[in-house]
């Protein structure tokens, strides 16, 4: 049996929380300093802090000492690119997601889609959900212009805390044993990758404001989109249907950007709710609308869209035509996906025409 706060919140006969009102997420999760997952404070219990990225990818990539470039383009150590977490909540963490799918990744795209076919996405997707819960929670202590002279406020002035709430749910699903409806799942793809031997077997990238995320890990490469109940991967469905190879990083930032552009074009979106009954039965729930419709969007938004996720990548391409590509990705009217005839492109890092 659970007991309800008067913020709204529920524990259980322990004072475990099992759901945080979003009163409390946003006071104790993302303006305070409490463990992000179980909501315990640090005098309370020990804490060690959490990695952002997986601590097992920093090692097998040698990043601790390398940085990565954050919203407001400062450099930060990974080592250092922490949140806060307890002992106890780390540990399962590791447990849950770290050692399962570390083991699977190492065996290469095949062995990943295999276990998904068999178990469907449930690890990998809230595992996601994690990592872009942890990166967005850091925001807090980032400054929007690092000159202290200028002051811009902090990149999170901008973010309404609320709004994380669902995915903070899903996130932490792992720990309070909710049980999450299917229809709950958002777009989660995995696709083949192409290695390139002067460019890094890792990346990561995500699209806040369209909840979206993407991390490729040698040849496999996962996509999600964390709030649209699949509407995006219905949309971009028959796109999905025409990629018959492994791809390219370039081809990879391109869907994530496609999917997240359809994400923010819905015209009804999913409503997810949590339910606690008399018994203690925690569900996560969707109510869907009743049928995928997109608004019009324009090439010119997608293409900043696009542009965000590629230009780094285009940056290094040596072709002659590169501020002509640049330009045309910007008004979002390339595609690096398919060729002029429509058929899939294999070879993406010389950029296909529109």
């Given at each position: 049996m659970y007991t309800k706060t008067l913020d709204g919140s529920f524990l259980d006969e322990t004072g475990k929380v099992i759901y945080f009102s979003i009163q409390r997420f946003v006071n104790d999760i993302c303006e305070g300093n409490c463990c992000f997952i179980c909501g315990k404070k640090p005098d309370e219990v020990a804490f060690n802090e959490e990695h952002v990225l997986p601590d097992w990818l920093l090692r097998k990539?040698?990043?601790?000492?390398?940085?990565?470039?954050?919203?407001?383009?400062?450099?930060?150590?990974?080592?250092?690119?922490?949140?806060?977490?307890?002992?106890?909540?780390?540990?399962?963490?590791?447990?849950?997601?770290?050692?399962?799918?570390?083991?699977?990744?190492?065996?290469?795209?095949?062995?990943?889609?295999?276990?998904?076919?068999?178990?469907?996405?449930?690890?990998?997707?809230?595992?996601?959900?994690?990592?872009?819960?942890?990166?967005?929670?850091?925001?807090?202590?980032?400054?929007?212009?690092?000159?202290?002279?200028?002051?811009?406020?902090?990149?999170?002035d901008s973010y309404q805390w609320q709004e994380l709430h669902h995915i903070h749910c899903i996130a932490r699903s792992f720990y309070t044993g909710a049980i999450i409806q299917p229809e709950v799942y958002g777009t989660f793809v995995v696709l083949g990758a192409k290695e390139y031997k002067d460019i890094e077997s890792f990346d990561y990238g995500d699209l806040y404001d369209m909840r979206s995320v993407m991390l490729r890990i040698e040849d496999t490469c996962f996509l999600a989109v964390l709030n649209d109940s699949q509407a995006s991967g219905h949309a971009f469905h028959s796109q999905l249907q025409r990629l018959t190879g492994p791809l390219s990083p370039l081809q990879l930032r391109e869907i994530m950007a496609r999917l997240a552009y359809a994400n923010h074009l819905l015209k009804e979106r999913p409503r997810y709710k949590s339910l606690i009954d008399t018994k203690g039965l925690y569900r996560i729930l969707a109510e869907l609308p009743p049928r995928v419709m997109l608004e019009e969007g324009r090439n010119e938004d997608y293409g900043l869209v696009l542009y965000s996720c590629v230009h780094h990548i285009l940056s290094k391409i040596a072709d002659a035509n590169i501020d002509e590509i640049m330009e045309s990705t910007k008004n979002g009217e390339r595609t690096f996906l398919f060729d002029e005839d429509g058929n899939f492109a294999k070879d993406s890092m010389s950029p296909a025409s529109k």
């Open positions: 990539y040698n990043l601790h000492n390398r940085q990565i470039t954050l919203p407001n383009l400062r450099g930060y150590t990974y080592s250092q690119y922490k949140i806060p977490c307890c002992v106890p909540c780390n540990t399962l963490m590791g447990e849950t997601f770290e050692t399962p799918i570390s083991a699977l990744v190492s065996q290469g795209y095949g062995n990943v889609a295999e276990y998904l076919q068999n178990n469907g996405p449930g690890l990998f997707f809230v595992w996601m959900a994690l990592i872009f819960l942890k990166t967005h929670l850091k925001d807090k202590g980032l400054r929007v212009n690092l000159d202290k002279r200028k002051d811009e406020g902090m990149i999170t």
